[in-house]
T-cell receptor, first 113, second 111 residues
């Protein structure tokens, strides 16, 4: 069974600080996705990482993938309040098939002034 | 830009009732999905479709049915609603597997 574990599940941090969210998974995969969800809202697709060593960046968010360690990270640089949300990683275990995403439980991030 | 539209946004059902959650997209995407999200959890795939006339089961299909007669529409049918189906349901569409565009969700309570 494919397991996806996010760490931490809850995070409160101050504006201006840096932090990293971790996504560990149990079965070999070279495709991983990150999503953002605002409270009571739908999900927004953030990044897709398609190979070992892949790195994607947008604004203050940077995602990376280490397939050998079965680990992806989402790094937040100089956090701002607008980044407060729940962040999900999802691992593709079907090699790109439509049925292959297993989601983590999400990291609930609160950024305080 | 409508994107993915889900109706209704909220619904309360009694145990044993049936209903259809509607999902329509105007992006001409081939792939469509239905997920459920339970409190404090990630999404779980119920059904998916890779094109009109093609549907397949996801991780948690029991108690649900879908159809895909057109590219635009992908309704989810609940037969004999049970309390375990209380959840938030999201429909999504994508050109291939990525990026997925999500609807606003349907919050369903079964009492």
């Amino acid at each position: 069974e494919l397991k996806v574990e996010q760490n931490p599940l809850f995070l409160s941090m101050q504006e201006g600080k840096n932090y990293t969210i971790y996504c560990n998974y149990s079965t070999t995969s070279d495709r991983l996705y990150w999503y953002r969800q605002d409270p009571g809202k739908s999900l927004e697709s953030l990044f897709v990482l398609l190979s070992n060593g892949a790195v994607k960046q947008e604004g203050r968010l940077m995602a990376s993938l280490d397939t050998k360690a079965r680990l992806s990270t989402l790094h937040i640089t100089a956090a701002v309040h607008d980044l407060s949300a729940t962040y999900f990683c999802a691992v593709d275990y079907s090699g790109g098939g439509a049925d292959g995403l297993t989601f983590g439980k999400g990291t609930h991030l609160i950024i305080q002034p | 830009n409508a994107g993915v539209t889900q109706t209704p946004k909220f619904r309360i059902l009694k145990i044993g009732q049936s209903m259809t959650l509607q999902c329509t997209q105007d992006m001409n995407h081939n792939y469509m999905y239905w997920y459920r999200q339970d409190p404090g959890m990630g999404l779980k795939l119920i059904y998916y479709s890779v094109g009109a006339g093609i549907t397949d089961k996801g991780e948690v299909p029991n108690g649900y049915n879908v159809s895909r007669s057109t590219t635009e529409d992908f309704p989810l049918r609940l037969e004999l609603a049970a309390p375990s189906q209380t959840s938030v349901y999201f429909c999504a569409a994508s050109p291939t597997v990525w990026p997925q565009h999500f609807g606003d969700g349907t919050r369903l309570s079964i009492l």
